[in-house]
């Protein structure tokens, strides 16, 4: 669609009706988070991944952390950013991987965490410390080859370099109280230093990103985003380093416009540093939606209410990885039915850049490891191949309910989402939104379905399923 058509159609919508939603994002490749995976995994699996139609995976912290245990939340607790090395992974490994998935076109996305370091040796705020320090020099070899920049005979940070004195975080509405006190785990936790940001802090966390950067990573997940001061984060992120890289921040609300951290926190985010966001508003959209008060007549405009982002500034999603494995988070966990709907409803929509979960093993198994290779998932497969074969297609809202939502991307695909426990039926008019004469081939089973020979059809959706339909 040429940038004029785009417009015309824009206004169209504005004028006519909310039903019109068309393209704004130029990101709209599929993320694979392989949330706590080895980056031998990955690497091994970059044909899988490829063929599975993903274009980007987003892999654990590349930092130095904590071995042993290999428990999830150690990764985002980091030791030295100056070196590559942890349980999942070091810097020999990060590269292979990355050379591995160029050879499919499968951009790297680096989760990174910038906001704070690790909790350990007494609540110690001399990193690395001094029994690492002795390590790097008696193992010089080794670290040297795990080395991203910087003199590994120093430390890096010291009491210095953090906001003082340490205090946990009391209000979590609080601007300043949660960009200048330290994140606590509660039962006399003293919490994760917080990196107060100095010339030399700011220096080093650039050189981090740069470092990154120069291994061919193509995108960046700011972890604790909300944590940070817009000004910091835009010290880190010079103009250097975000060129052509995809940055976008973990900001957690639960909604939109009028939610108190969504005003506070989101949106002065988006608004300051021009990155893109994890689409919580859009995300606790989708839970009321799906849940038993809610309507997916919802889902026809979010954004336009507030309650979705700017699809060129969304990553959408059903799952993150604290919602399973983080206690607070886990309210958040949605019906397995409901988020494989769900999922549709966002690999079907135009606008934002998809993100799947998908953990390894230990991470989920408090949930019968509902998530285990969750991107092999057959029906994801079909959702993401549907997805890549609309991409920049517009979209209009044909019909919707309580129970159901139906939509095309143009003339070549249709989407029908329905939630509830009876068929539905919507009978609507084909002129000019459909090819006639032509078979649409449902992607599930790969028949062919639907035959438009007239002025109108009615489209039948099952009950709790998913309908994907492409022009043949």
């Not at 169209?12 to 039903?19: E, T």
């Not at 336009?304 to 699809?311: C, E, I, K, T």
């Not at 920049?392 to 143009?410: D, H, P, Q, T, Y």
Request: aromatic share 12%.
């Amino acid at each position: 669609m040429s940038i004029k058509l785009s417009y015309l159609y824009r206004a169209i919508a504005l004028i006519v009706s909310f039903n019109l939603l068309l393209s704004s994002s130029v990101k709209a490749d599929v993320i694979l988070h392989a949330f706590n995976w080895h980056y031998n995994e990955v690497k091994q699996r970059a044909a899988e991944i490829n063929n599975a139609g993903y274009k980007k995976v987003l892999v654990v912290p590349p930092l130095k952390s904590a071995k042993s245990g290999c428990a999830w939340w150690q990764r985002y607790q980091p030791q030295d950013i100056r070196v590559i090395d942890h349980c999942k992974g070091n810097k020999q490994s990060f590269a292979a991987m990355i050379a591995t998935l160029r050879q499919y076109n499968i951009d790297v996305y680096a989760d990174i965490v910038l906001n704070h370091m690790a909790n350990e040796r007494n609540n110690s705020q001399n990193f690395p410390g001094s029994s690492a320090l002795n390590n790097y020099q008696s193992n010089a070899g080794y670290w040297n080859n795990q080395k991203l920049f910087g003199n590994l005979s120093n430390g890096l940070f010291s009491s210095y370099d953090f906001h003082q004195p340490p205090k946990c975080i009391s209000d979590y509405t609080n601007v300043g109280d949660v960009q200048w006190n330290r994140l606590c785990g509660g039962n006399g936790d003293k919490g994760l230093p917080d990196i107060d940001p100095n010339n030399w802090v700011i220096q080093q966390q650039r050189n981090y990103l740069q470092s990154l950067k120069n291994m061919g990573v193509k995108g960046f997940r700011v972890d604790a985003a909300k944590h940070m001061t817009n000004w910091h984060i835009n010290q880190i992120f010079t103009s250097s380093i975000k060129n052509n890289m995809h940055v976008f921040g973990e900001v957690i609300t639960n909604g939109g416009a009028g939610e108190v951290e969504y005003d506070r926190f989101l949106k002065p985010y988006l608004d300051a540093t021009g990155h893109s966001a994890y689409d919580f508003p859009l995300f606790q959209t989708i839970r009321q939606a799906f849940g038993y008060s809610g309507g997916l007549s919802s889902l026809v405009n979010p954004q336009a209410y507030g309650q979705a982002l700017p699809a060129n500034k969304a990553v959408t999603f059903t799952v993150t990885h604290d919602i399973p494995n983080n206690d607070g988070f886990r309210y958040n966990i949605m019906n397995s039915t409901d988020e494989l709907l769900a999922n549709a409803y966002i690999l079907g929509k135009d606008g934002g850049t998809p993100m799947i979960y998908s953990d390894h093993g230990e991470s989920g198994s408090r949930d019968g490891n509902r998530w285990y290779d969750y991107f092999t998932k057959s029906s994801i497969k079909k959702m993401i191949g549907f997805h890549n074969a609309m991409n920049g297609k517009f979209m209009e809202v044909l019909a919707s309910n309580n129970c159901a939502i139906l939509f095309r991307r143009a003339e070549d695909g249709i989407v029908g989402i329905n939630k509830c426990g009876s068929t539905q039926y919507f009978n609507v008019s084909t002129h000019s939104r459909f090819k006639w004469y032509r078979h649409y081939r449902d992607v599930n089973s790969g028949n062919n379905e639907i035959y438009i020979t007239s002025g109108s059809y009615t489209f039948a959706l099952p009950a709790r399923n998913w309908k994907m339909w492409q022009v043949n």
